[in-house]
Nanobody
Framework: QLQLVESGGGLVQSGGSLRLSCAAS????????IGWFRQAPGREREGVSC????????YYADSVKGRFTISRDNVRNTLYLQMNSLKPEDTAVYYC?????????????????????WGQGTQVTVSS
């Protein structure tokens, strides 16, 4: 069973940067997609950035485009999320997720229902 462990969250001032990491282990076959989601208090979980494992395409929520960058290290089986120009509205618990199911439409890469495996989350707090 695939296991995902996030790290790198913390407290940062507005305009600052953080890099989240997601270490993956225990998988026995390739997965279709992997990415980052977040959930702020009182709000639904939303897709932040995801990557297709088949063709390398990346997807970003409009709210983070130009500020966040997703990348992966296939040797270390680690996914990263570089977050720059952070804003207070980026405050949330950030989750790493992966799926083995095929995703047919681009819009579904940022849909949480498409993902089977989830990490425990890491808190990101951006102060104003």
């Amino acid at each position: 069973q695939l296991q995902l462990v996030e790290s790198g969250g913390g407290l940062v001032q507005s305009g600052g940067s953080l890099r989240l990491s997601c270490a993956a282990s225990g998988f026995t076959k390739d997965y279709e997609a992997i990415g980052w989601f977040r959930q702020a208090p009182g709000r639904e979980r939303e897709g932040v950035s995801c990557a297709s494992m088949s063709d390398g395409s990346t997807y970003y929520a409009d709210s983070v485009k130009g500020r966040f960058t997703i990348s992966r290290d296939n040797v270390r089986n680690t996914l990263y999320l570089q977050m720059n120009s952070l804003k207070p509205e980026d405050t949330a618990v950030y989750y790493c997720a992966a799926t083995e199911k095929l995703i047919y439409y681009d819009r579904d890469y940022l849909a949480d229902w498409a993902y089977d495996y989830w990490g425990q989350g890491t808190q990101v707090t951006v102060s104003s």
